[in-house]
């Protein structure tokens, strides 16, 4: 028997509207006459019958081609390759008891073809495109991207889409219910940059000037504030022309908040709350709040970071004061010039070979660019301590106190880096990670329970060598410490600023800080930073201006 062209497949749509959504029928559902559209996942030909997985975006309905219900929808099905678009007609009936297929919400019905109209056909696609999950294929990214309309039919990113919908209906519900109003801040705005490049549009009217796309609507809340709004949120996009990395590009979105006359606590416990709320109705799941809470002074000298993953333990331990009078020269002139020796514990790796220690630090020295690794081993044997210095270099009683300081066991590995905070401490943070992630301590962002932390107490200026000045930690309108204003000319990298970050899994996904709202505060920050009151007045005039007509804090 001659088929037709593929081509020739295709026809107008004569069926109703859809009924039903390839996800929604069930069995309560048997016996009613049903219209599904969708797309060909799978087609399997089985002893005189056609089998298709019709796709929406709602989930997969199994359809039934019989020669005896409609021969020529039978013999086009046959046809049928993946990704085809098609309409069914038909009625609902239950699957054989052998057949039912319990990881499918449909999967206790078929529905049992009247009539088929193909839509329309699709070539063979670059890539396995199915709700079937055994079936998908590793694809190359760059594929993906290219043929992205396909890729977007693929169940877990239309699952992704899904979730962050939902995300955006109950931020704006909740926001509404905390008596926020929602404000549409400009695209297009003068350039105020914030530490990452801008991106630039230039003007048509007057050439050679240019507008910038906002990094954030920093400026445009405050003056909101000013304006007497008092609680300001908005769902923005964000540019900033920076490098690719996993946790920056130059376009995202994020959740932009400001009140006026508030304090940390109230900034802790909104965001506490939305929190609770996306963690309820995304993931089904209670949190406990509030959320725990560390300086950033302490998670750089435990952890390693401003941004700690708590998941699983490894803490630093400065270990410096066990190698007084030790002899060895690379620690006592580390020590000497300001330096500390930090230390790790890690459990059950004290037995160790010499070859797998080996790769370890190459790693430290090739990835992590610490100066070496000294290391200590207390073999699960009990028969003492093994370290990769000689005892001529470093008697081992040091090596002692510094387990003992550790609190380490007979099984135990210490891990020890020395340098000048707060590299060695970013080091030693680098090195927790490798061994977390080796010894699979860390799981999978999703999977395992979260970890929140609010970070606090960061500086409000670190020393920049290259510039040779210091600049902002987060940026310029960041207030200082009340207790600290009078050192903020004579020890700017001593203030304290009133600026919070919230990390989960070692991943900040959130920060802010409290604003200037004294035009003389933010004139002084602007002159240690090196911007004179006319750059300041070119840049942020507008600000400036704002500031003298009782802007509240």
Excluded at 30 to 50: A, C, F, I, Q, S
Aim: aromatic content about 8%; overall charge negative; some cysteine.
């Amino acid at each position: 028997m001659e088929h037709p062209s593929r081509a020739d497949l295709i026809s107008e749509d004569t069926h109703p509207a859809r009924t039903h959504t390839c996800g929604e029928i069930r069995a309560e559902n048997e016996g009613d006459e049903v219209v599904l559209k969708g797309w060909v996942d799978t087609r399997r030909d089985h002893g005189g019958l056609v089998f298709v997985d019709l796709r929406d975006r709602y989930g997969l309905t199994q359809v039934v081609f019989s020669p005896q219900d409609n021969q020529t929808a039978y013999e086009i099905a046959g046809q049928l390759r993946r990704e085809d678009v098609i309409s069914v007609r038909g009625t609902v009936r239950p699957r054989g008891d052998d057949m039912v297929n319990p990881d499918l919400a449909t999967g206790a019905i078929e529905v049992s073809a009247d009539d088929l109209v193909v839509l329309n056909t699709s070539e063979t696609p670059p890539f396995v495109v199915s709700a079937h999950e055994e079936r998908q294929m590793n694809t190359n990214e760059d594929l993906r991207l290219e043929h992205r309309y396909l890729d977007l039919r693929r169940p877990d990113l239309q699952e992704n889409i899904e979730l962050r919908h939902r995300l955006y209906q109950t931020t704006h519900r909740y926001f509404d219910e905390h008596d926020f109003l929602e404000v549409e801040t400009p695209v297009l705005m003068k350039s105020t940059p914030e530490g990452a490049r801008d991106f630039l549009v230039p003007s048509r009217l007057h050439r050679g000037r240019f507008y910038a796309l906002p990094q954030s609507p920093q400026t445009y809340k405050q003056l909101l504030m000013v304006g007497g709004l008092d609680r300001y949120v908005q769902i923005v996009k964000c540019f900033r022309d920076e490098d690719l990395r996993a946790d920056r590009q130059p376009e995202f979105t994020q959740i932009d908040v400001e009140m006026t006359f508030a304090t940390e606590e109230q900034v802790y416990d909104l965001t506490e709350g939305l929190m609770v709320d996306l963690w309820a109705d995304l993931e089904d799941t209670t949190l406990e709040t509030p959320f725990p809470r560390m300086t950033y002074d302490e998670a750089l000298r435990t952890y390693g970071t401003d941004k700690p993953d708590l998941r699983f333990d490894l803490k630093l331990h400065d270990v410096s004061d066990c190698f007084a009078g030790s002899g060895f020269r690379v620690f006592e002139s580390i020590v000497d010039d300001g330096g500390r020796i930090v230390a790790i514990r890690v459990p059950g790796e004290g037995d160790r070979g010499r070859a797998a220690m080996d790769r370890l630090e190459d790693h430290v020295t090739d990835e992590i660019g610490a100066a070496g690794l000294i290391y200590f081993q207390l073999p699960s044997d009990g028969s003492g301590l093994e370290q990769n210095l000689s005892s001529d270099a470093l008697p081992h009683e040091y090596g002692r106190a510094a387990a003992g300081e550790v609190s380490a066991e007979a099984g135990d590995l210490i891990l020890t880096l020395a340098g000048d905070p707060p590299t060695v401490y970013q080091q030693a943070g680098d090195l927790r990670l490798h061994m977390g992630e080796e010894l699979g301590l860390r799981p999978p962002a999703d999977e395992g329970e979260d970890a929140f932390l609010w970070v606090t107490d960061f500086p409000l200026m670190e020393y920049d060598e290259e510039a040779g000045r210091p600049v902002s930690m987060h940026h310029p309108f960041t207030a200082p410490h009340p207790d600290d204003l009078d050192a903020l000319t004579e020890d700017p990298t001593g203030v304290q600023a009133r600026a919070y970050d919230l990390v989960l899994n070692g991943n900040e996904i959130g920060g802010g800080s409290i604003r200037i709202h004294n035009h003389e505060t933010q004139m002084q920050v602007f002159d240690v930073l090196g911007i004179d009151e006319a750059e300041a007045q070119d840049r942020f005039g507008f600000l400036l201006d704002a500031l003298r007509y009782g802007a509240p804090p």
